[in-house]
C-alpha cells in the first residue's frame, strides 16, 4: 500500500492550497483519511480527518478554514486550505487507515509529507 501526498508549496498569508492523497495497492477496505501536520519543533497533529461514511473532524486551529473530502472511488483524499497563515506552515502527511483482507485488521499508513509553507 502506498500514499501519495502532492500540492504543498509556498503561499501568502491569506492564500489558498489544495492538496491530494489517493491510496494504491492492495486495499480491501479504507475506514478513514487524514492528515496531520508537523510544524519545525513541534509535534505531529491532526490537521482533519474523514471516514468512508463521510464524517470529518477538525483540529481546532483550522475551523471554518480547511475542508476536507474524500472520493471512495479513487481511494483519495483532498484537503482545501484557505485563510493560510504563517502558523500553518508544516509538512503536511496523509494518513490512512486500511484493511488489505477481509480477515485482517486496519492498519495505520502514512504518506511520505508534502511541504507548506505559508510566508510573505
Known amino acids: 500500500v502506498q500514499l501519495q501526498a502532492s500540492g504543498g508549496g509556498l503561499v501568502q498569508p491569506g492564500g489558498s492550497l489544495r492538496l491530494s492523497c489517493a491510496a494504491s495497492?492492495?486495499?480491501?477496505?479504507?475506514?478513514?483519511m487524514g492528515w496531520y501536520r508537523q510544524g519545525p519543533g513541534k509535534q505531529r497533529e491532526l490537521v482533519a480527518a474523514i471516514t468512508s461514511g463521510g464524517s470529518t473532524n477538525y483540529g481546532d486551529s483550522v475551523k471554518g478554514r480547511f475542508t476536507i473530502s474524500g472520493d471512495n472511488t479513487k481511494n483519495t483524499v483532498y484537503l482545501q486550505m484557505n485563510s493560510l497563515k504563517p502558523a500553518d506552515t508544516a509538512v503536511y502527511y496523509c494518513?490512512?487507515?486500511?484493511?488489505?483482507?477481509?480477515?485482517?485488521?486496519?492498519?495505520?499508513?502514512w504518506g511520505q509529507g508534502t511541504q507548506v509553507t505559508v510566508s510573505s
Open positions: 494518513n490512512a487507515q486500511i484493511r488489505r483482507d477481509w480477515y485482517s485488521r486496519e492498519y495505520d499508513y
Open positions: 495497492g492492495s486495499i480491501f477496505s479504507i475506514n478513514a
